[in-house]
């Protein structure tokens, strides 16, 4: 994979196309990167301790590597 950690990358499909962000980290076995603040799902979070309320977080989900490429520079 030609992709690393910190790269500066623009998504070239899906809902997010044509955005651009930095490389959070990155799967290589699944061909998988996580960008910032890109590709964001909504998930439920259970009360940690009594008398908290849940919440909703907002998490970054990881993107196929052949949906993006690095930005030009």
Do not use: C, F, W, Y
Request: aromatic fraction near 0%.
């Amino acid at each position: 994979m030609k992709l690393k950690k910190g790269d500066n990358i623009i998504i070239i499909t899906g809902k997010d196309k044509g955005k651009k962000g930095k490389i959070v980290r990155v799967l290589v076995k699944e061909n998988k990167i996580i960008v910032e603040g890109l590709n964001m799902m909504k998930k439920h979070q259970r009360p940690r301790k009594s008398g908290e309320k849940g919440s909703m977080v907002n998490i970054a989900m990881p993107i196929h590597a052949s949906n993006v490429k690095k930005e030009d520079k």
